[in-house]
C-alpha cells in the first residue's frame, strides 16, 4: 500500500552533498506526484548548495516518446522548477543528453560483467516466469544467444548497506523479485537498473530523492554498483519519500488524466494552482504558490 505524503515528515539532512538529479522517465506525461519530488529535491539541493542535475531516462526506445521528452521541459518551465545541469529543450537534449550517446559506458560496464562471470543469459518469457522459475542460470546459455537478456547473478543472502539523507545506513535484504535481476533487455539495449547507476556515477552525483516504491530498485543498484567494483556508488545518499496518492488512494500513473501537468495547464490551471492543489492531497491548510513553498511542507528547514 502507498502512503500518503504528511507535512514536516522528513527530517533535517546533512548538507555534504554536491549534486542531485531529477530523473525522469518519458513513459508519460508528467503528474502531481512528479512535480513534489521535483520540488523536493530542488529544495533539498539548495539548502545544501548543491547542483541539480535534469538526466532523462530514455533508454526504453518503445516508451520514449518525444512528446513525452518535451512535457518534460514544458511543466518544469511551467512551474518554473530550476536545474543547473543538463538539457534547455528538446533539441539540446536529443543532440548531447539523450542516453543514446552513453551507450559505449553502459555496454562497457555489461562486458565488465561478462568478464567476470557475473551475468548469465535468460531467454524465459514474462509467461514462462508466471508459470515457473527460470533455470537459464543452471543451463550456463551463450550470452551471445539471440534474443537472450542478462541477468546479474545475485546473492540472496546479501543486504546492501544504503546510506540515508541523514548519514544513517540502512541494511535490508534484496526483495525476491529484485534476485538475478536484469541488465540487459533482450533488444540488446542496457536495462533501467545498469544504466542509473552508470550515469549517476559518471556525473558524479550524491544525493538521490526519489519515492519509497524505488526502494527495491535502490537495492538492486547497490549490488550492481558492487559488482562493478566501485564504492563510490555506497557513498551517494538516498531519500526515499512516501508517495503523493489520488483521492482514491491509488498510485499517480503517467497519464494525461486529471493529474497530469499537461491536462491541467490546458484546462487553464495557473502555476499557483497546481501547487495549491498538491499542497491540497498533502492535507495541508497553508498556502502554496511555488515548488520551494510546496516542498517546505514536508522538509523542515
Known sequence: ????????TILKMICQ??????APTPSGYLHLGNVLSFSMTVAMARKCNAKTLLRIDDLDRSRADECYIRDIFDTL???EIPWDEGPRDLKEFNDSYSQVHRLDKYNLALAELADRRLVFACTCSRTELLAR???CKNERISLNTKNACWRLITDNKQEPAVKNYDGRQIRSPLPEDMRDFIVRKKDGYPAYQLASVVDDLFYGVDLVVRGADLWPSTLAQHVLGAALGSDRFNNIAFLHHPLLV???G????KSAGATSIKYLRESGKSKA???????GLLGSDEKVNNWSELAGLVVKD
Not at 2 to 7: A, D, I, L, M, W
Not at 250 to 253: A, R, V
Not at 273 to 279: H, K
Open 250 to 253: 491509488l498510485k499517480m500513473s
Open 17 to 22: 552533498f554536491k549534486k542531485t538529479r531529477l
Open 77 to 79: 518551465n511551467f512551474l
Open 133 to 135: 522459475p527460470c533455470f
Open 273 to 279: 494552482d497546481v501547487f495549491a492543489l498538491i499542497g
Open 1 to 8: 500500500m502507498f502512503c500518503r505524503v504528511k507535512p514536516r
Open 246 to 248: 489520488e483521492p482514491s
